[in-house]
């Protein structure tokens, strides 16, 4: 006599299946949303020191002032609008036709990120000189908007500009959570870093 097998599953190992991929899921989600945003802050704040890097060297380079400068004009929209990179010879932070030339262009930034300047000097613009030298000292906060209360280091990179032009990122080091201004204040707001 020959047997026949039905092959399948039970209700309850469906059900445990279920289960455990609703326990993956809910464990998962969350840390995974907090890696993409970690890799966003990353990338973007790369590419803001990069272009501070970039200007920097070609200051030295062309022997002739480079600015970095917020595209929007707009006291309401900050570098998250995008920035240009253009040799600035009178050093008014102004490109002017007839002298300058435009070397880069950055386009916006992703939606719900900010980038803002301290100090007058970095509300719109930066300006290297051809020894390298920035025009202030000060600092620029790129925030995750999305995310409610105060920047952290899961919701904010701090980056600071020496007064001879050094590009830092601000590190947490006592490793608890709040990013620490170059003074060693605590980076409280994205409005005004």
């Given at each position: 006599m020959k047997q026949s097998f039905v092959?399948?599953?039970t209700l309850i190992e469906l059900l445990v299946t279920v289960t455990m991929i609703g326990i993956v899921l809910t464990i998962g989600v969350p840390a995974?949303?907090?890696?993409?945003?970690?890799?966003?802050?990353?990338?973007?704040?790369?590419?803001?020191?990069?272009?501070?890097?970039?200007?920097?060297?070609?200051s030295v380079?062309?022997?002739?002032?480079v600015t970095i400068r917020k595209a929007s004009s707009s006291s309401s929209v900050g570098w998250e609008g995008g920035w240009e990179v253009f040799t600035d010879s009178n050093e008014n932070g102004t490109k002017d036709v007839d002298t300058d030339?435009?070397?880069?262009?950055?386009?916006?930034?992703?939606?719900?990120?900010?980038?803002?300047?301290?100090?007058?000097?970095?509300?719109?613009?930066?300006?290297?000189?051809?020894?390298?030298?920035s025009n202030t000292f000060g600092s620029?906060?790129?925030?995750d908007t999305s995310v409610k209360g105060k920047p952290t280091t899961r919701s904010a990179r701090l980056i600071t500009v020496s007064i001879l032009g050094r590009v830092s990122l601000t590190a947490d080091v006592d490793k608890d959570g709040i990013l620490k201004k170059s003074d060693g204040s605590n980076f409280a707001d994205c409005t005004s870093p």
């Open positions: 092959l399948g599953f995974f949303k907090d890696t993409i945003r970690n890799n966003l802050l990353t990338a973007n704040i790369n590419e803001f020191i990069a272009t501070l890097n970039f200007a920097r060297s070609e380079k062309r022997g002739v002032s030339q435009v070397i880069r262009v950055h386009e916006p930034l992703k939606t719900n990120l900010s980038l803002r300047g301290s100090n007058i000097n970095f509300v719109n613009r930066i300006t290297y000189k051809p020894s390298g030298v620029f906060a790129l925030c």
